[in-house]
């Protein structure tokens, strides 16, 4: 049955002679396969470069050679399958590609690019070869069976590169002022539109700023939409930089926790505004179902574009759609989805263990169930052993969860008192939804025993108890104003206005920004490496210093030690130099120690005994949800 909660987000939406089931768009799908989709009325393939020479970061094969036409194809029928329109993003990377054949790359400019390939400024004969191509693969997308064309000319790609004043410095007719800028990108879109005809729908992805000084105002942007508008049929607002300069405007493109939902929304009516006629969409930490029918209602947008909450759940439109919008599982902005911030390692979601894992976490559909219930004990209920007592659960086990606190939710339930954590809180939230609707036998206020254990005669054990503060060897750290940084996270408001936090990593970090940034404290952190949050992602890191570097009562010390904690102040060695730091109050938060000695004692109870989460390696959320769910999923 239809629901009528969100009446605008699934109104059918006419664009040019294509019509989409509702107003959501899944964005450019490099991420996630489209398998776990379902929903969405338009779904966008990624990143597929037009067949001109060098106009991708890596040597990937035109999508429509003959080697690869095929896979393009089956693509398609699988967007149509679950009753979606399939989109393609063409792309052509500009001076931000790779020398993959030949010996450079194609800019507005000549020069050197961020990983040492040489750039050379394309002259007319090239900017006619590349309008061309990328006419060449709209028409072979409109004739294999797409059902739209989506232009990037966003995040400093090729186009955004002639647009912006950050990359073009030319002084012939294609640089200088916006009608010069611009006329690279107008006859890729006149080669585009002239290849599919009138009647097909081209979409195209702009940024309305770049978030990087000397880069293009949103008064150009808006002007250069009018210049395009009429060869496209809509426009998807973003923002940032995807890479080169430094990625400082790349967290602004996939914001973190340090940056607002909805980013590009003002942008977006801006445009909606000055072009009525024109389709608007907009994209950027929209997250909840109640927040795109704001948009969409307000007359802010046409279209809600959405990237991450997808990969957080799958599900999204399907559920908002039918009802059950409270059983969303939330994104929390972590980016370690994105290969960028993750520098290609360990990429996951912190939230959803099913990402990028396909190959052995099955879809809850598809869990197998025992013939047999065992009995499955979890001893410890932080999201280790929550993911582990669910998954355990979904195979119809008999699961005891046994919490030694009053309730559940180890770290997680310290990390959502900090600032920033609005979307940790939203998933804390629907985390003991999750529990609260299972058939978990929850035992809080128990305090786990190998004696008590073995009592319950379990099949499998699971040991998930955790981590605790690690302080380090500095005399003085038992003076009262000294605190550990969990202590400080329960009761911040009892912190006096001048603070030391001993350690820099991702806790201790956002424990000082939090304070000086929107307490208006004055916090000096100390760290003893060179970098700040060293266990966090790169885009994590890049926010994070954007954030410290604007507060002026926030000062950070890294390669410096702490050295004594006395009742004044604390003395610090930096470098050479030593320095006294006064105070109201320290914090320690030089990071967490697994418990060993505990998790090891549980072993000989029974043979299926699993260590997950912190209690083995202290790690990332998205590591202990995955182990605690594959722990689960073993209880056969």
Same mark, same amino acid.
């Given at each position: 049955?239809?629901?009528?909660?969100?009446?605008?987000?699934?109104?059918?939406?006419?664009?040019?002679?294509?019509?989409?089931?509702?107003?959501?768009?899944?964005?450019? !799908?490099?991420?996630?396969?489209?398998?776990?989709?379902?929903?969405?009325?338009?779904?966008?393939?990624?990143?597929?470069?037009?067949?001109?020479?060098?106009?991708?970061?890596?040597?990937?094969?035109?999508?429509?050679?003959? +080697?690869?036409?095929?896979?393009?194809?089956?693509?398609?029928?699988?967007?149509?399958?679950?009753?979606?329109?399939?989109?393609?993003?063409?792309?052509?990377?500009?001076?931000?590609?790779?020398?993959?054949?030949?010996?450079?790359?194609?800019?507005?400019?000549?020069?050197?690019?961020?990983?040492?390939?040489?750039?050379?400024?394309?002259?007319?004969?090239?900017?006619?070869?590349?309008?061309?191509?990328?006419?060449?693969?709209?028409?072979?997308?409109?004739?294999?069976?797409?059902?739209?064309?989506?232009?990037?000319?966003?995040?400093?790609?090729?186009?955004?590169?002639?647009?912006?004043?950050?990359?073009?410095?030319?002084?012939?007719?294609?640089?200088?002022?916006?009608?010069?800028?611009?006329?690279?990108?107008?006859?890729?879109?006149?080669?585009?539109?002239?290849?599919?005809?009138?009647?097909?729908?081209? &979409?195209?992805?702009?940024?309305?700023?770049?978030?990087?000084?000397?880069?293009?105002?949103?008064?150009?942007?808006?002007?250069?939409?009018?210049?395009?508008?009429?060869?496209?049929?809509? =426009?998807?607002?973003?923002?940032?930089?995807?890479?080169?300069?430094?990625?400082?405007?790349?967290?602004?493109?996939?914001?973190?926790?340090?940056? @607002?939902?909805?980013?590009?929304?003002?942008?977006?009516?801006?445009?909606?505004?000055?072009?009525?006629?024109?389709?608007?969409?907009?994209?950027?930490?929209?997250?909840? @179902?109640?927040?795109?029918?704001?948009?969409?209602?307000?007359?802010?947008?046409?279209?809600?574009?959405?990237?991450?909450?997808?990969?957080?759940? @799958?599900?999204?439109?399907?559920?908002?759609?039918?009802?059950?919008?409270?059983?969303?599982?939330?994104?929390?902005?972590?980016?370690?989805?994105?290969?960028?911030?993750?520098?290609?390692?360990?990429?996951?979601?912190?939230?959803?263990?099913?990402? +990028?894992?396909?190959?052995?976490?099955?879809?809850?559909?598809?869990?197998?169930?025992?013939?047999?219930?065992?009995?499955?004990?979890?001893?410890?209920?932080?999201?280790?052993?929550?993911?582990?007592?669910?998954?355990?659960?979904?195979?119809?086990?008999?699961?005891?969860?046994?919490?030694?606190?009053?309730?559940?939710?180890?770290?997680?339930?310290?990390?959502?008192?900090?600032?920033?954590?609005?979307?940790?809180?939203?998933?804390?939230?629907?985390?003991?939804?999750?529990?609260?609707?299972?058939?978990?036998?929850?035992?809080?206020?128990?305090?786990?025993?190998?004696?008590?254990?073995?009592?319950?005669? @379990?099949?499998?054990?699971?040991?998930?108890?955790?981590?605790? =503060?690690?302080?380090?060897?500095?005399?003085?750290?038992?003076?009262?104003?000294?605190?550990?940084?969990?202590?400080?996270?329960?009761?911040?408001?009892?912190?006096?206005?001048?603070?030391?936090?001993?350690?820099?990593?991702?806790?201790?970090?956002?424990?000082?920004?939090?304070?000086?940034?929107?307490?208006?404290?004055?916090?000096?952190?100390?760290?003893?490496?060179?970098?700040?949050?060293?266990?966090?992602?790169?885009?994590?890191?890049?926010? !994070?210093?954007?954030?410290? &570097?604007?507060?002026?009562?926030?000062?950070?010390?890294?390669?410096?030690?702490?050295?004594? =904690?006395?009742?004044?102040?604390?003395?610090?060695?930096?470098?050479?130099?030593?320095?006294?730091?006064?105070?109201?109050?320290?914090?320690?938060?030089?990071?967490?120690?697994?418990?060993?000695?505990?998790?090891?004692?549980?072993?000989?109870?029974?043979?299926?005994?699993?260590?997950?989460?912190?209690?083995?390696?202290?790690?990332?959320?998205?590591?202990?949800?995955?182990?605690?769910?594959?722990?689960?999923?073993?209880?056969?």
């Amino acid at each position: 049955m239809m629901n009528t909660e969100y009446p605008n987000l699934f109104t059918p939406l006419k664009i040019n002679q294509t019509v989409l089931k509702n107003r959501i768009v899944s964005t450019p !799908l490099g991420m996630i396969d489209i398998s776990e989709l379902q929903g969405p009325g338009y779904v966008i393939k990624g990143s597929v470069a037009v067949d001109a020479p060098n106009a991708m970061w890596a040597d990937i094969p035109y999508a429509f050679s003959r +080697h690869m036409v095929d896979e393009t194809h089956d693509w398609i029928i699988k967007a149509h399958q679950r009753g979606m329109k399939a989109g393609i993003e063409l792309i052509h990377c500009g001076n931000q590609a790779r020398a993959y054949n030949g010996p450079h790359v194609y800019g507005p400019c000549d020069g050197v690019n961020d990983e040492g390939w040489p750039v050379k400024a394309m002259d007319e004969a090239d900017m006619k070869m590349v309008a061309a191509a990328y006419g060449k693969a709209a028409r072979d997308a409109m004739m294999l069976g797409f059902d739209l064309i989506f232009l990037h000319f966003a995040h400093g790609w090729l186009p955004a590169e002639f647009l912006s004043p950050l990359h073009n410095h030319r002084t012939d007719e294609y640089g200088g002022p916006l009608e010069n800028r611009a006329k690279f990108p107008l006859q890729i879109l006149q080669a585009v539109r002239r290849a599919v005809g009138p009647r097909f729908p081209i &979409d195209m992805r702009i940024s309305a700023v770049e978030h990087v000084p000397g880069s293009i105002t949103f008064e150009d942007t808006l002007a250069f939409i009018g210049m395009a508008e009429k060869y496209i049929d809509a =426009v998807q607002i973003s923002c940032g930089l995807d890479k080169g300069f430094g990625y400082s405007g790349n967290v602004k493109m996939s914001t973190t926790i340090f940056e @607002p939902h909805e980013i590009n929304v003002e942008y977006a009516a801006a445009v909606k505004k000055t072009y009525p006629e024109l389709i608007v969409g907009v994209v950027g930490g929209i997250e909840t @179902p109640e927040r795109a029918e704001s948009i969409l209602v307000e007359g802010k947008a046409d279209l809600i574009a959405i990237g991450r909450a997808l990969l957080a759940d @799958p599900e999204w439109v399907l559920k908002a759609q039918t009802g059950k919008a409270d059983q969303i599982r939330p994104c929390v902005r972590c980016l370690q989805c994105y290969h960028i911030a993750t520098e290609y390692r360990n990429i996951g979601c912190a939230v959803n263990p099913r990402f +990028h894992h396909h190959a052995y976490v099955p879809k809850d559909s598809e869990i197998m169930k025992n013939d047999q219930p065992r009995t499955v004990v979890v001893v410890g209920g932080g999201p280790a052993g929550i993911s582990a007592a669910l998954a355990a659960d979904k195979k119809g086990n008999h699961v005891i969860l046994l919490e030694k606190d009053s309730a559940l939710g180890g770290m997680i339930r310290y990390i959502i008192k900090e600032h920033y954590k609005e979307d940790m809180r939203s998933y804390y939230r629907w985390l003991m939804d999750q529990v609260r609707h299972s058939g978990i036998d929850v035992r809080l206020n128990t305090e786990a025993t190998p004696e008590y254990v073995k009592r319950l005669h @379990p099949d499998y054990l699971i040991v998930a108890v955790g981590s605790s =503060v690690k302080n380090p060897p500095v005399k003085g750290l038992h003076l009262p104003r000294v605190h550990d940084c969990l202590s400080a996270i329960a009761d911040q408001e009892k912190l006096g206005d001048h603070l030391v936090v001993i350690g820099g990593g991702s806790i201790g970090s956002e424990i000082a920004l939090g304070a000086a940034e929107m307490d208006g404290k004055t916090v000096t952190v100390i760290e003893m490496t060179d970098e700040i949050a060293s266990n966090a992602n790169m885009l994590y890191r890049i926010s !994070l210093k954007q954030h410290m &570097d604007r507060c002026s009562d926030l000062t950070v010390y890294t390669g410096t030690v702490c050295e004594e =904690v006395t009742e004044s102040y604390v003395r610090v060695r930096h470098g050479e130099e030593l320095i006294d730091i006064p105070y109201d109050d320290v914090i320690v938060a030089s990071g967490m120690a697994p418990k060993t000695e505990l998790a090891n004692s549980f072993f000989g109870i029974t043979p299926e005994t699993y260590i997950v989460g912190d209690a083995s390696s202290v790690r990332l959320i998205q590591e202990a949800n995955l182990e605690g769910t594959m722990a689960g999923l073993r209880t056969i």
